[in-house]
């Protein structure tokens, strides 16, 4: 993978396949045909997937699948399927059979689409970060790994330190002027690897950070939220290895550059659709050690995008693409057609497939070593027949593509998945929209008793004795000023043979049923309404300041989310970016022992707290001449500077100029105060340092006046 050490495949011993009849040129260079080409490649392929030790990892592959798959239809897909059609604004097929028995409106009301958003939104503030921040970073640890040559120098500096005691005094020193000379050899050579260790920790983070923006990470961040806020789990899934095309401007023998496509193996993120994962029915963490299951979807040129990585099987990918180029190959599942229902797209695409998808399972689990043996791998990388060992299978039909060792040393899976609301021994938890499912419902009833009613009781009801009606009379219209013709009673009755009734309307009272539930759906869901832009009314709400506290309080949800994407999504991955860096890259400047900080959950007590600290410090330092020369132009400046980035300006150095640009000013005011204060003639005094009062180290001096 990326040129390095692949991990271990299973091995199996594939007899050679006949050879084709190959044309000569000369004797010498054997020419084939392309189809020949093709030919010997599936020749290989299907030997190798005949063979005993690939049929029976594809029949285990298999049997799980049937497990995962079968305990996910039964407990999670309905509900999933529910979410969709909710953020929608759709009812249940079930449901919307039964209001169109009984007749009336079918309105639905979008209460939890609007939550979700809400929850979006507030996640992406402080997720997805404002320009020049990030929800992470990186420290070195505080007492840094200590190389053996370091402990050596240590100890040379100190023989050496005692060596130059004993010839300037003629005796070694005693031992208590000893340690502290030990000890301050220690400090100074701590402190340097301190320095290193802080710069290999830069250096790291500005890789992860460059392999998380061109792998697409804040877009498969993105994609998460939604799922977050939409389904009972969201999963992301990285660092995925896939061969891509990139260009880049070469110069050429004349000096003009000229633009060059190279396929480069890259990493990549991305967000896992939670209908595609296929956890084992114990499973209540990602990375436990039960199997896990994704289903892809692919195309062909997906497909093709894996040749060439390590541990994929060119052949067999190739075959795969002989076989189902054309018709593709599909998993068929109940789901697929309620999905997309849901969804809102056609289903005629799911039996005719005419975009050729085919179909791919890969799994991670770990495998008993005895049945990793029967499969063809060797005692060296199998050593223990009862240990397990993680691996990673892909399957497409009956072939496989993909039988490898998990690379990574832990086992870890690369998938990361949290809840909005984690439910503790359960894989799947509650979205946004499960948490305000009843209220959703008991608005949705609100509003079309509502709207029933409102059409009864817009107007009268009229009562006609259609016996005392004329041949043709209609009745069906009303308008102002219409002529009714009667006839005489056949019995002699007296009774009008039409009457007007008002029935009773129940607006308000349905009005504050549906209000209470939509207050209950801020509760469940931790998303108050105002978050929306919506003004709460009355209370505290009425001033900024009890606002401000509501927002306060209303923020602790939204930050028992965060602290679950930062415990369970940023902090793991970035760690298995960190582990991939140091275990495959080649640059020998990145090694280092870092600590991953997630700092989302904090972030937002920071903006909420220290702007407001920030100024109240600043005009703290703006009131008070003594701590303003302590302070110094340049400390103003820089509280000056970090005010103004809060407020979201192109250019906060058009407002504060630059310390180097201070830096100036302060110099050529100094120049000029001192060409007024020295005689003619005379030298100037030295410039000082307006920050410190110190000399400055530039030694500027004034020209001197004729």
Known sequence: MLGLTPPSSFGTTVPAAAPAPIMSVGGIMPIMSAAQVDAEARKRAELGQQAAPILGLAQHVRTQWTIHRQAKEQTIEQRMLSNVRMRRGEYDPDELSKIREQGGSEIFMMIGSTKCRAAGS????????????????????????????????????AIQAVMGFIMMNGAPPDEALIRPMLEQTHDQVLSKLRDEANQKVARMEDKMEDQLTEGGFIRALNDFIDDLTTFPTAIIKGPVVRNKPRMSWVPGPDGQYTVQYNDELVLEWERVDPFDAYPHPAMTDVNESLPFIQRHRMTRSQLTELLGVEGYDDDAIRAVLDLYGKGGLHEWLRVDTAKAAAEGKSTTHIFNNPAGVIDALQFFGPVQGKMLRDWGMTEEDVPDTVKEYHCEVWLIGNWVIKATLNYDPLGRKPYFSTSYERVPGAFWGNSVLDLCRDSQRMCNAAARAISNNMGLSSGPQVGINVDRLPPGEAVEQMYPWKIWQFTDSPSGSTQAPITFFQPQSNVQELMQVFQ?????????????????????????????????????NASKTIKQVVSNIDVEILTPLLERLYTWNM?????????????????????????????????????????????????????????LRESAKTLDMPNTDSIVPPPEKIRLQMQMAQAMQAQQAAPAGGPSPGNQDLHNGAPATDNFSPPRQG
């Open 122 to 157: 507030w996640l992406r503030d402080v997720m997805v970060a404002v320009r020049d921040e990030k929800p992470w970073t990186l420290k070195s640890s505080p007492v840094p790994t200590v190389d053996p040559q370091v402990v050596e120098q240590v100890r040379q500096q």
């Open 516 to 552: 209470h539930y939509s207050v209950r759906a801020d509760e469940d869901t931790g998303v108050p309404r105002y978050m929306t832009g919506e003004s709460p009314t009355g209370g505290a709400g009425r001033t900024a300041s009890g606002l401000s506290m509501l927002l306060g």
């Open 583 to 639: 275990m495959y890259s080649d640059d020998p400047e990145l090694k280092g022992d870092v600590n991953i900080v997630a700092r989302g959950a904090t972030s937002i007590m920071l903006k909420e707290s220290a702007q407001v600290r920030r100024n109240e410090f600043l005009a703290t330092v703006a009131n008070s001449p003594v701590l303003q020369q302590i302070v110094g132009p340049l400390g103003i400046a820089e509280l």
